[in-house]
T-cell receptor
Framework: EAQVTQNPRYLITVTGKKLTVTCSQN?????MSWYRQDPGLGLRQIYY???????DKGDVPEGYKVSRKEKRNFPLILESPSPNQTSLYFC???????????FGSGTRLTVV | AQSVTQPDIHITVSEGASLELRCNYS??????LFWYVQSPGQGLQLLLK??????LVQGIKGFEAEFKRSQSSFNLRKPSVHWSDAAEYFC????????????FGGGTRLMVKP
């Protein structure tokens, strides 16, 4: 089944403790992206990648890192999480810019 | 930079009634335009998209949208709403000259009355 898989689905952590949210897609898509969703703000793009080793900042990149060492994986790294990074995070992938993204099921992160 | 506005935060319609969700975008060239639906606790599912050609596009679940360049709009419509359509709907615009950067509107929550 074609899908984008994120792990974990739920995560509670403490301020300052590094964490990684994994994302993997099995569709051989070149484009991948991370979004965060907050009430009243919709979805905001954190980082996106157009291919292996090619990444760029979205609208809200501060406090996040990404890497794209393989085509299928696009992990999101929070080096020192803070409470304002409590959010619902979505990974997405796309075949091409005009194709529309396929989204993962989301990761609900709480930073206390 | 591109932007998207969904003027209606909440909309309530009766089951069987028609539906129109508004979307206005700001972008200098011809954009890629998308509508997504998010059911409670779920990820986003692509309903339909526009990037060229016929300005009236058909999507899944009986939805359609019309691209109007003169009004910078891409409104979503459905002739007869079903209770299962209750969800949050997001309009999004993609920039043709910025890789795959996709900007979303704030969303419209649709409630369906029996």
């Amino acid at each position: 089944e074609a899908q984008v898989t994120q792990n974990p689905r739920y995560l509670i952590t403490v301020t300052g403790k590094k964490l990684t949210v994994t994302c993997s897609q099995n569709m051989n898509h070149e484009y991948m992206s991370w979004y965060r969703q907050d009430p009243g703000l919709g979805l905001r793009q954190i980082y996106y990648s157009m291919n292996v080793e090619v990444t760029d900042k979205g609208d809200v990149p501060e406090g996040y890192k990404v890497s794209r060492k393989e085509k299928r994986n696009f992990p999101l790294i929070l080096e020192s999480p803070s409470p304002n990074q409590t959010s619902l995070y979505f990974c997405a992938s796309s075949f091409a810019a005009n194709y529309g993204y396929t989204f993962g099921s989301g990761t609900r992160l709480t930073v206390v | 930079a591109q932007s998207v506005t969904q003027p209606d935060i909440h909309i309530t319609v009766s089951e069987g009634a028609s539906l129109e969700l508004r979307c206005n975008y700001s972008y200098g060239a011809t954009p890629y335009l998308f509508w997504y639906v998010q059911s409670p606790g779920q990820g986003l599912q692509l309903l339909l998209k526009y990037f060229s050609g016929d300005t009236l596009v058909q999507g899944i679940k009986g939805f359609e949208a019309e691209f109007k360049r003169s009004q910078s709009s891409f409104n979503l419509r459905k002739p007869s709403v079903h209770w299962s359509d209750a969800a949050e709907y997001f309009c999004a615009v993609g920039a043709t000259n910025a890789g795959n950067m996709l900007t979303f509107g704030g969303g419209t929550r649709l409630m369906v009355k029996p």
